[in-house]
């Protein structure tokens, strides 16, 4: 599976970006799409999930100001980040979590990291 992310930039504090990704390849082994991000100095974390089955999840800080959404959960996946904050500069990377029917395990696949950046 290979992913190409779009979008990100630089945002002033309450503004607003939109993020979106493409899943190519064997995506009927796709379970779910999401994004992670990753602030300097500090690990990789959630933002948001959505199933292939439409079930969303967010990290707590993001919840009420993102909203991810789907055509299609196994081929693409788009982030609307409202509300923006300082905190929420980061590196922010698509995600597919496929399952592998050999293995019987899931296996992940990122994208290449978009930058974001909110200034205050």
């Known amino acids: 599976v290979q992913l190409q992310a779009s979008g990100g930039g630089l945002v002033q504090t309450g503004g607003s970006l939109r993020l979106s990704c493409a899943a190519s390849g064997s995506v009927f082994t796709v379970n779910s799409m999401g994004w992670y991000r990753q602030a300097p100095g500090k690990q990789r974390e959630l933002v948001a999930t959505i199933t292939s089955d439409g079930s969303t999840n967010y990290a707590v800080s993001v919840k009420d100001r993102f909203a991810i959404s789907s055509d299609n959960p196994k081929t693409t996946v788009d982030l609307q980040m409202n509300s923006l904050k300082p905190e929420d500069t980061a590196v922010y990377y698509c995600?597919?979590?496929?399952?592998?029917?050999?293995?019987?395990?899931?296996?992940?696949?990122w994208g290449q990291g978009t930058q974001v950046t909110v200034s205050s």
């Open positions: 995600n597919a979590r496929t399952w592998n029917f050999r293995t019987r395990a899931f296996v992940d696949y």
